[in-house]
């Protein structure tokens, strides 16, 4: 696994080079939107090397993926499971008791990272992204993830 770093605005501009990378073009976030993201109480990103990020937010006792992003050529690698793990554990040090994602309905190699970690469907949102794809709403608790070591 690469090394960690926390993000702030100033790795906005990688962060949307990697989502841009990764998302089809109506789900792209830009650089300023990164760099709002992370000026928010409660949001906290993580970037693996350059080859992938995560960025997450805290409120009360609940956290959620905002959105987690590896380039294709270093996918398959542990980049996504690191940063997950690594996320997971910050939002429970912020006091997160469990955490929320959504998921495109069609992303299986997304989906298998998440059921890896235990995460479970809690919803559906019809029509969600912009190819009219459902996105799935995934929840895990986290003290069920401490006990995992992940």
């Not at 962060?15 to 928010?40: C, D, K, N, S, Y």
């Not at 912009?130 to 070591?149: E, F, Y």
């Amino acid at each position: 696994m690469s090394t960690l770093i926390s993000a702030t605005a100033a790795h906005a501009e990688v962060m949307a080079a990697i989502h841009a990378a990764v998302f089809p073009p109506a789900e792209r976030w830009g650089a300023e939107a990164f760099a709002t993201q992370l000026g928010l109480p409660g949001t906290f990103g993580l970037i693996a090397d350059a080859d992938g990020f995560v960025l997450a937010r805290v409120v009360a006792d609940e956290a959620e993926i905002l959105t987690l992003a590896v380039l294709p050529e270093s996918q398959r690698r542990g980049f996504a499971s690191g940063l997950l793990g690594e996320a997971h554990r910050r939002a429970a040090l912020l006091g997160a008791a469990a955490i929320l994602l959504e998921v495109a309905e069609r992303n299986v190699a997304a989906r298998g990272l998440y059921s890896a970690f235990g995460y479970e469907q809690v919803g559906r949102r019809r029509r969600y992204y912009a190819d009219g794809d459902d996105a799935l709403v995934l929840r895990l608790g986290l003290t069920s993830c401490a006990a995992k070591g992940r």
